[in-house]
T-cell receptor
Framework: KQEVTQIPAALSVPEGENLVLNCSFT??????LQWFRQDPGKGLTSLLL?????REQTSGRLNASLDKSSGRSTLYIAASQPGDSATYLC????????????FGKGTKLSVIP | GAGVSQTPSNKVTEKGKYVELRCDPI?????LYWYRQSLGQGPEFLIY????????DSGLPNDRFFAVRPEGSVSTLKIQRTERGDSAVYLC???????????FGEGSRLTVL
């Protein structure tokens, strides 16, 4: 059974810092990995999708990498802003007839002005 | 609208009552998913529809939970004889199947008293 772990569970940084969020998964046979952002009391916003054949994806100040063989992904946020404060979730999709995303519990990020 | 729409946003009910939660996916998305998120946890898969049929309902916790998508667009999640343990945020997502990228709604927060 696929398990997804996100470390740390919470992170507080001063505005302007670069930071890295970590995601690990136990079964490397994944089809893709997706990073989401969730604001309090809200739904999930898709940030980046990395296909299993890709190593990384970039969107603005965000860069996500994927190392499938080691079961790890990182989300790098450059020049953090208070508006980046949210919970960040990663999820993996096994594909091959499975349509279930398996999520981690998330990392709660606070960016202090 | 352009995104996934869920109603109601909040539902408070009494133990033993029947509840319906509605999801209107992004136009043109053939795949529709229901997830459930408890406080401090990542979302957990409930059911997946491809068109009108439930292709994977393995995440439904028991037979009190049922979902339909009669015309291949709007879906309704139905919960009979609600229990306090059903309290959670119920999230709906849709996707174009071949991309695997899910887009989530804002969720329906269910509270069972």
């Amino acid at each position: 059974k696929q398990e997804v772990t996100q470390i740390p569970a919470a992170l507080s940084v001063p505005e302007g810092e670069n930071l890295v969020l970590n995601c690990s998964f136990t079964d490397s046979a994944i089809y893709n990995l997706q990073w989401f952002r969730q604001d309090p009391g809200k739904g999930l916003t898709s940030l980046l999708l990395i296909q299993s054949s890709q190593r990384e994806q970039t969107s603005g100040r965000l860069n996500a990498s994927l190392d499938k063989s080691s079961g790890r992904s990182t989300l790098y946020i450059a020049a953090s802003q208070p508006g980046d404060s949210a919970t960040y979730l990663c999820a993996v999709w096994a594909g091959a007839g499975s349509y279930q995303l398996t999520f981690g519990k998330g990392t709660k990020l606070s960016v202090i002005p | 609208g352009a995104g996934v729409s869920q109603t109601p946003s909040n539902k408070v009910t009494e133990k033993g009552k029947y509840v319906e939660l509605r999801c209107d996916p992004i136009s043109g998305h053939t795949a529709l998913y229901w997830y459930r998120q408890s406080l401090g946890q990542g979302p957990e898969f409930l059911i997946y529809f491809q068109g009108t049929g439930a292709a994977d309902d393995s995440g439904l916790p028991n037979d009190r939970f049922f979902a339909v998508r009669p015309e291949g667009s709007v879906s309704t999640l139905k919960i009979q004889r609600t229990e306090r343990g059903d309290s959670a945020v119920y999230l709906c997502a849709s996707s174009l199947l071949n991309t695997g990228e899910l887009f989530f709604g804002e969720g329906s927060r269910l509270t069972v008293l």
